[in-house]
């Protein structure tokens, strides 16, 4: 008797079809995998911000306070050595080199550098300093947007399913994350504690003493100025 069976064979498209299912359930997993990464370095950040906030933002703030009463006193003196022009350059300035957006904690340092010294000229009237040191900036804020806005449109293009784009949108998250200066100061505490120092703890007495030498400035500005008063009566 002949055997009837027929062996079926898959077709092409059949196999395909299983490659893509494959492909996709693997992309699937891969994504949920780096979503429940991000998840974690999320909340292991958001812990650590509320301690910077705590020990760190509020002596920022501070500090920044008395910078703005030492410019807002300057900018009210009768005396002509702060002019308009000076101010617009500063406050430009100011905003460009704010420690704030450091994109790490030795960019974080240096820019408090530059803004001390940016403080300085200011309170000097030197506005040749200020001049020199806008346009360095400036320039290479410039370079460094051409550099993002080629890099975003270089992802955009890539984007070929919402699988993939998802995956790559939470890649991209997970490393703009761990690259802020927020991730650094937190990874760089980490380190510091497992050797037995506390990396929030120095810069909070390095914010002290630059606020006791804000304040040391302001009072000297507003002494002279209480001295001048003086005389001139």
Do not use: W
């Not at 984007?159 to 100061?185: F, N, P």
């Not at 050797?195 to 500005?221: F, T």
């Amino acid at each position: 008797m002949e055997n009837s069976s027929i062996i079926r064979i898959e077709t092409d498209e059949e196999k395909r079809l299983q490659q893509k299912l494959l492909e996709l359930k693997q992309l699937k997993s891969e994504a949920l995998d780096k979503e429940l990464i991000l998840q974690q370095i999320l909340a292991d950040l958001e812990e650590f911000r509320r301690d910077y906030d705590l020990r760190i933002t509020l002596r920022q703030k501070e500090l920044d306070a008395i910078h703005q009463m030492i410019e807002d006193f300057m900018l009210t003196k009768s005396s002509q050595s702060v002019t308009t022009e000076i101010r617009a350059v500063y406050r430009r300035l100011a905003k460009l080199i704010h420690p704030d957006l450091g994109s790490n904690p030795d960019e974080m340092e240096a820019r408090r550098d530059l803004m001390s010294q940016a403080n300085r000229a200011f309170e000097d009237g030197d506005i040749e300093t200020l001049k020199s040191m806008l346009i360095g900036i400036e320039c290479q804020a410039d370079s460094n947007c051409n550099g993002l806005l080629a890099s975003r449109i270089e992802f955009i293009r890539l984007q070929i399913s919402d699988t993939r784009k998802r995956l790559a949108q939470v890649s991209i998250e997970i490393a703009r994350t761990t690259q802020s200066e927020l991730y650094q100061l937190m990874s760089r505490q980490h380190r510091c504690l497992q050797v037995g120092k506390d990396y929030l703890s120095e810069i909070a007495i390095q914010l002290e003493a630059e606020i006791e030498d804000a304040r040391s400035r302001l009072n000297a500005i507003t002494s002279r100025e209480d001295q001048s008063d003086g005389h001139s009566d």
